[in-house]
């Protein structure tokens, strides 16, 4: 067996061929299994030390192999070194491993997983033993030797090994982590935030978690506390989860429903930071408010019931979920007041906001007094009134209580009265104005004689053959119509009047060519005159010689 074993050992087939292959390994498998009856032997006469080996006819035999047959694990070991590509075709692998297990040899069996890169036959064999420690072990241990196509080992294991050894797990799984330009992390970069990736849409050049949690779900849910095995009660697939979340940006919705669920059934504290934080929110909102309102945690509904627009289930919940303490606070008005009252929402209009401050008012009236209900009032900063919340009051309530109340409001309704008696006051008088402006423009008139002049090109009125004429009854000036347009045009126009800076407010209005400019004053002593006469000489041809 000593010249098989060298035989066998020697790597005297370079380049061997498909029929020499299948022979080294049928020489393999003899050998293992010589090797194999031979310690069986040893091990039977040891059992029976009364046994005479001199009429053992495989005594010499023993002599003689026991230098070569001493250790199979070791024997193995150099077998694997030397035609490992043999031990990695899976038949011949499985057909030694079951050789071995048959003849008991478990912890050589291990050895050769172990040796071999077998770590599902390992954890297999643990976990069929409930030696759940060790075969957390071995996946942790193989974490930095597993590649990332290969890490599924973790996703069928964990769920077994996650109810009795969690806290040794979820270290293990924060500390796998692989390179993060790897092509293979592509599940594990999944659901990550946009900020996580660099400008070229890949993950940064660090390492990152290599484990998907969507795929840890199974797992995750297994988790019972009570089974830490440090004693902690920290409860360790929150803790992993919020890595996930804040630290590598994972952006799964079933990630964040599932972490959502666990923080309103575990840690409330946590619950409330998350709820109200203003990262953006990747959880189902409907979601997280049925498993809010499963596990009681009312107060924790406010800001999803505000996210989700219910605004007046958002306040009754939070008023109704707290009590007043002996000193008369109502926590949940405070809360109510700084969270929703505080800025109008966005969206909404004014009538409707004034509804929520109407609410608040309605649920202070009937938990604490109409006193309290008035500091509502004043809080709202006039979106309500004395008389909006007297509908709610009792006839029973002391007027007393609304003595200060009725004073502001009737002062308020006081100067408010004032103001508008002012302003009606200024109607009638810019109304008179009017009538009076009109009246006289009925008794204005204008006459012309025959011979009557144009003041600007001082012919007569009636020589043009009939053209029109303008006449201002103000000024008594007769001027031909061309002749006004005409200088208006040699003065730019409308536009002049635009460019003036100290024109009368409104003299332009409804002025838009240089007709209706004509209609509106005399060219002679109105603003045309004032224009004009802030016109340089040189740049005046009336002045010309």
């Given at each position: 067996?000593?010249?098989?074993?060298?035989?066998?050992?020697?790597?005297?087939?370079?380049?061997?061929?498909?029929?020499?292959?299948?022979?080294?390994?049928?020489?393999?498998?003899?050998?293992?299994?010589?090797?194999?009856?031979?310690?069986?032997?040893?091990?039977?006469i040891a059992r029976n030390p009364q046994h005479n080996h001199h009429h053992d006819p495989h005594h010499d035999e023993l002599e003689l192999g026991e230098g070569s047959s001493k250790d199979l694990k070791h024997y193995l070991v150099n077998a694997v070194d030397n035609h490992t590509d043999s031990f990695k075709h899976p038949k011949f692998y499985r057909m030694i491993s079951s050789l071995l297990a048959s003849q008991g040899r478990i912890d050589i069996t291990l050895a050769l997983a172990q040796k071999l890169g077998h770590v599902h036959y390992t954890i297999s064999y643990y976990l069929s033993q409930e030696q759940y420690t060790k075969a957390c072990e071995v996946l942790v241990a193989e974490s930095s030797n597993v590649e990332g196509e290969k890490s599924g080992i973790w996703y069928e294991f964990a769920p077994t090994i996650m109810q009795h050894c969690p806290f040794a797990l979820v270290t293990g799984m924060v500390r796998f982590r692989l390179p993060a330009k790897d092509t293979y992390l592509a599940d594990a970069t999944m659901g990550c935030s946009d900020s996580y990736f660099d400008d070229d849409g890949l993950p940064p050049d660090r390492l990152v978690r290599a484990l998907d949690p969507e795929k840890l779900l199974p797992a995750f849910v297994q988790y019972d506390p009570s089974t830490n095995e440090n004693k902690s009660h920290e409860h360790q697939v929150i803790s992993l989860l919020e890595s996930c979340i804040e630290v590598d940006g994972n952006r799964s919705k079933v990630v964040h429903n599932y972490y959502v669920s666990l923080l309103a059934k575990y840690d409330v504290a946590r619950l409330r930071a998350f709820l109200e934080s203003t990262a953006p929110v990747y959880y189902d909102p409907e979601y997280a408010l049925r498993q809010c309102?499963?596990?009681?945690?009312?107060?924790?509904?406010?800001?999803?019931?505000?996210?989700?627009?219910?605004?007046?289930?958002?306040?009754?919940?939070?008023?109704?979920?707290?009590?007043?303490?002996?000193?008369?606070?109502?926590?949940?008005?405070?809360?109510?007041?700084?969270?929703?009252?505080?800025k109008r929402p966005r969206g909404m209009d004014s009538a409707t906001f004034k509804k929520l401050w109407l609410l608040v008012a309605k649920e202070v009236i009937t938990e604490l007094s109409t006193r309290d209900a008035l500091q509502v009032?004043?809080?709202?900063?006039?979106?309500?009134?004395?008389?909006?919340?007297?509908?709610?009051?009792?006839e029973d309530t002391v007027i007393q209580n609304f003595k200060q109340a009725i004073c502001n409001s009737l002062n308020r309704y006081t100067t408010e009265i004032a103001k508008l008696a002012e302003d009606e006051r200024l109607a009638t008088e810019t109304s008179n104005a009017i009538k009076r402006e009109k009246q006289g423009l009925h008794h204005r008139f204008g006459a012309v004689s025959a011979k009557q002049t144009c003041e600007l090109c001082k012919r007569g009125i009636f020589q043009?053959?009939?053209?029109?004429?303008?006449?201002?009854?103000?000024?008594?000036?007769?001027?031909?119509?061309?002749?006004?347009?005409?200088?208006?045009?040699?003065?730019?126009?409308?536009?002049?009047?635009?460019?003036?800076?100290?024109?009368?407010?409104?003299?332009?209005?409804?002025?838009?060519?240089?007709?209706?400019?004509?209609?509106?004053?005399?060219?002679?002593?109105?603003?045309?005159?004032?224009?004009?006469?802030?016109?340089?000489?040189?740049?005046?041809?009336?002045?010309?010689?």
């Amino acid at each position: 067996m000593s010249d098989l074993d060298t035989t066998a050992n020697a790597d005297t087939f370079p380049g061997r061929s498909q029929p020499m292959e299948s022979q080294l390994l049928c020489l393999l498998t003899h050998i293992t299994h010589l090797r194999l009856e031979d310690d069986g032997r040893k091990e039977t006469i040891a059992r029976n030390p009364q046994h005479n080996h001199h009429h053992d006819p495989h005594h010499d035999e023993l002599e003689l192999g026991e230098g070569s047959s001493k250790d199979l694990k070791h024997y193995l070991v150099n077998a694997v070194d030397n035609h490992t590509d043999s031990f990695k075709h899976p038949k011949f692998y499985r057909m030694i491993s079951s050789l071995l297990a048959s003849q008991g040899r478990i912890d050589i069996t291990l050895a050769l997983a172990q040796k071999l890169g077998h770590v599902h036959y390992t954890i297999s064999y643990y976990l069929s033993q409930e030696q759940y420690t060790k075969a957390c072990e071995v996946l942790v241990a193989e974490s930095s030797n597993v590649e990332g196509e290969k890490s599924g080992i973790w996703y069928e294991f964990a769920p077994t090994i996650m109810q009795h050894c969690p806290f040794a797990l979820v270290t293990g799984m924060v500390r796998f982590r692989l390179p993060a330009k790897d092509t293979y992390l592509a599940d594990a970069t999944m659901g990550c935030s946009d900020s996580y990736f660099d400008d070229d849409g890949l993950p940064p050049d660090r390492l990152v978690r290599a484990l998907d949690p969507e795929k840890l779900l199974p797992a995750f849910v297994q988790y019972d506390p009570s089974t830490n095995e440090n004693k902690s009660h920290e409860h360790q697939v929150i803790s992993l989860l919020e890595s996930c979340i804040e630290v590598d940006g994972n952006r799964s919705k079933v990630v964040h429903n599932y972490y959502v669920s666990l923080l309103a059934k575990y840690d409330v504290a946590r619950l409330r930071a998350f709820l109200e934080s203003t990262a953006p929110v990747y959880y189902d909102p409907e979601y997280a408010l049925r498993q809010c309102l499963v596990h009681f945690r009312k107060q924790h509904c406010v800001p999803l019931y505000q996210r989700l627009g219910l605004y007046e289930d958002a306040i009754l919940i939070a008023l109704h979920s707290t009590e007043r303490r002996g000193d008369g606070e109502w926590e949940g008005l405070k809360r109510v007041q700084e969270v929703i009252l505080n800025k109008r929402p966005r969206g909404m209009d004014s009538a409707t906001f004034k509804k929520l401050w109407l609410l608040v008012a309605k649920e202070v009236i009937t938990e604490l007094s109409t006193r309290d209900a008035l500091q509502v009032v004043e809080k709202s900063n006039d979106i309500l009134r004395l008389e909006d919340i007297l509908a709610f009051v009792s006839e029973d309530t002391v007027i007393q209580n609304f003595k200060q109340a009725i004073c502001n409001s009737l002062n308020r309704y006081t100067t408010e009265i004032a103001k508008l008696a002012e302003d009606e006051r200024l109607a009638t008088e810019t109304s008179n104005a009017i009538k009076r402006e009109k009246q006289g423009l009925h008794h204005r008139f204008g006459a012309v004689s025959a011979k009557q002049t144009c003041e600007l090109c001082k012919r007569g009125i009636f020589q043009q053959g009939g053209e029109a004429f303008l006449v201002y009854p103000g000024c008594q000036h007769v001027f031909h119509e061309g002749c006004v347009l005409r200088k208006l045009e040699a003065m730019d126009g409308v536009i002049a009047f635009k460019t003036e800076e100290g024109l009368t407010p409104g003299y332009l209005d409804g002025v838009r060519s240089v007709m209706d400019l004509a209609s509106v004053e005399c060219v002679m002593c109105g603003e045309c005159a004032i224009i004009e006469v802030g016109k340089p000489i040189d740049e005046d041809a009336s002045w010309d010689i």
